[in-house]
């Protein structure tokens, strides 16, 4: 069996070694997962559309708003 984690110095206990083990293989894992991709609303074509109007005090005031 190979081995691919050496102590060097000193005298690491077991716990040690795991709790080591399990920091590099979480951070592994976050490098290999995707990026998520960031809604950009300036481009989405909903944006254009609105609700519709409905009479009443601030009526003209929201037929000016998208």
């Known amino acids: 069996m190979k081995s691919y984690l050496r102590v060097v ?3 690491a206990t077991a716990e040690e ?3 080591l083990v399990a920091v590099l293989a979480a951070r592994e894992s976050e490098a290999e997962r995707p ?3 960031k809604v ?3 481009r989405n ?3 254009g559309m ?3 109007l409905a009479p009443g005090k601030l009526g003209w005031r929201n ?3 998208p």
């Open 9 to 11: 110095r000193g005298e």
């Open 63 to 65: 037929s000016a708003l």
């Open 35 to 37: 990026a998520v991709q």
């Open 50 to 52: 609105r609700k519709p």
């Open 17 to 19: 070694i795991a709790a």
């Open 40 to 42: 950009e609303s300036w």
């Open 45 to 47: 074509p909903a944006r």
